[in-house]
DNA sequence: ATGGATGAG
DNA sequence: CATTCTCATCCAT
């Protein structure tokens, strides 16, 4: 524990430049000499570099970016799906590259972390075993069958941070730049430092090669210090962090630029510094920007102390995690290789949406997606894939959940309900029903979920959605399960039984009207519906005598399954 | 487990 | 500040 030299984590991680714009830029290959900009409803999602140039901002109002920039081409991004495939693309192609290295994480769609320590020092072995030359193969792989690069032990890719602080030639790494001989901890960190930079760089490279998007990296012995150093040098280039000068380096950043340290707690801590703020100053309108104080990482250091920060609001969990990582002190692993997203969610958002029908149709439209996905991502089809075998679930996901956001409770936050989710949607998947699956899934679980929420909200009449958000979550990553049709009836375990749904509503005014519109059409009479007594499911009655099997099968085979 | 808060891009 | 459309983790219950 009190020598930590020697055993420091390599992490690089990668940036892809504006990954929206070049996304586009590759779907539509004239849109790389013009000023682009992504929409999302009303904001720019991102922009591509010319437009910044122009002064069109990231985030920015549609109205605000066409002022600056007349002639901005603007292309829609509210549907993600180019964006997360070019993105899983990437990181498979790399992981593929990688052979041997699961420590891979992406974060977002665009950045991805990678702890090369394994691999680094497996090459820095080889290399000192090696005869003295000007170029070495560096192993991508741990085992046979190997593929290398050269990389030439006289020239390092720039940059380095403090600027020319590292010797372009491996040789030399002894010597600092004025001469000076290294501690051999250090020598032997900067080798690895070393051998990491040209591997960025060869990714960097084959990233460009395979898949057209250019990518800024970062290089050092943490995630924190790793993500820092690479928005020093962008677009489409490096940074390797000097291993002994990373809390000057930490010092200059505003407090509220390092990674965990977000809007809220960069608040606290920015109060703690300079009580003279009051906090309405601090969160409010066109001023925030003016009256805003930058505080930095060093002036966090020395004029508070630990105990100062776990007595605030921020608690002394958390304090004890910022006061390390301003001190340069990040343990947080890069995580596993991770094969599916432990949640699916699709959301939309309006001005406004009262109309129970207009409900409705919102519901069926994400649901619809939200299968989709739930069929690309979860399940593993062989003949899809030119095989033979049946379609399995490479992971079942255990809740379904429905997320809002209203006008009235508007600001801030989203009150979301959720359910476990029925065995019928897994089934629905499966075999490929898509559109009975969504009408099903609107108005037995997004609609009752989306009254309790409503009216436990108070919000029962007057109500106007300005988001809706349906997802599946408790995705566990089940890697190698045999998981076939049938097996989620008895895999589940037992739903909980919630009452209240299965309670007859009873509500005034336009709740009552809403629930009129969109299930009374006239023809329709009280006996064409029924409840589940087991879910509290509403759906027409002559699906209720086969939706009672479900439950049935659900007790009855739920411990002759697989369970691990 | 559920639902909110907070973080990330 | 939040704007968009996600995704992840932590915490109280």
Excluded at 272 to 278: A, F, G
Excluded at 507 to 523: A, S
Aim: glycine share 8%; aromatic share 6%; net charge negative.
């Amino acid at each position: 524990m009190t020598d930590k030299r020697g055993k420091e984590r390599i992490i690089i991680h990668i940036d892809y430049d504006c990954f929206y714009a070049s996304v586009w830029e590759n779907l539509r290959p004239e849109l790389r000499t013009v000023p682009l900009g992504i929409q999302q409803k009303s904001i720019l999602a991102t922009c591509n570099y010319i437009a910044r140039e122009r002064g069109v901002k990231k985030l920015q109002l549609i109205k605000d970016a066409k002022a600056a920039c007349p002639d901005l081409v603007i292309v829609n991004g509210e549907d993600l799906t180019p964006f997360r495939d070019a993105s899983r693309s990437i990181f498979n192609f790399i992981a593929g590259t990688l052979v041997g290295t699961n420590q891979m994480e992406r974060l977002g769609f665009d950045e991805i972390f990678i702890d090369v320590t394994a691999l680094v020092d497996h090459n820095l072995a080889l290399l000192l075993n090696s005869a003295p030359g000007d170029t070495f193969s560096f192993h991508l792989t741990l085992s046979p069958p190997h593929t290398t690069f050269p990389i030439n032990l006289h020239n390092l890719p720039p940059y380095t941070h403090p600027s020319d602080s590292i010797p372009p030639s491996f040789s030399s790494l002894s010597l600092d730049t004025s001469g000076q001989a290294q501690p051999p901890e250090t020598i032997r960190l900067l080798q690895r430092l070393y051998l990491a930079t040209h591997l960025a760089t060869h990714l960097r490279t084959l990233v460009k090669s395979t898949h057209n998007h250019t990518a800024s990296a970062g290089i050092s012995t943490s995630k924190t210090l790793a993500k820092l150093a690479g928005t020093i040098n962008k677009p489409d280039a490096q940074t390797v962090l000097h291993p002994t000068t990373t809390q000057a380096f930490l010092d200059k950043f505003e407090i509220g630029k390092i990674p965990g340290i977000g809007r809220k707690a960069a608040t606290i801590i920015r109060q703690l510094v300079n009580p003279l703020i009051e906090p309405e100053e601090q969160l409010h309108e066109e001023w925030f920007e003016d009256v805003k104080q930058k505080v930095t990482v060093l002036e966090v250091r020395t004029k508070l102390t630990q105990v100062d920060l776990a007595r605030s609001p921020l608690g002394g969990t958390e304090a004890a995690k910022v006061w390390a990582w301003i001190h340069g002190l990040d343990d947080q692993g890069v995580g596993a290789k991770k094969t599916v997203p432990s949640q699916i969610t699709v959301e939309d958002t309006f001005r406004s949406l009262t109309r129970a029908e207009a409900v409705m149709e919102v519901l069926d439209r994400l649901h619809s997606k939200m299968l989709s996905r739930m069929s690309s991502e979860l399940v593993e089809d062989p003949e899809a894939a030119g095989g033979v075998g049946k379609k399995r679930w490479i992971a079942v996901p255990k809740t379904y959940r429905l997320s809002i956001r209203t006008r009235k409770h508007g600001f801030g936050n989203r009150v979301s309900r959720s359910m476990p989710l029925p065995s019928w949607v897994l089934s629905g998947v499966i075999n490929g029903d898509n559109e009975g699956t969504v009408g099903r899934l609107s108005r037995e679980m997004g609609w009752n979920l989306m009254k309790r929420a409503l009216k436990e909200e108070g919000e029962e009449r007057g109500w106007d959605l300005q988001l809706v958000n349906v997802g599946v979550a408790g995705i566990e990553g089940a890697e190698g399960g045999r998981r076939t049709i049938g097996e989620f009836f008895g895999g589940k375990g037992k739903q909980t039984v919630r009452e209240e749904v299965a309670e007859v509503e009873e509500m005034d005014g336009e709740w009552e009207l809403w629930e009129e519109e969109c299930y009374v059409d006239g023809e329709e009479d009280e006996d064409v519906w029924g409840v589940c007594s087991v879910c509290g499911g509403r759906m027409l009655r002559f699906t209720l005598e086969a939706h009672a099997r479900f439950h049935a099968l659900e007790h009855s085979e739920g411990m002759d399954m697989d369970m691990a």
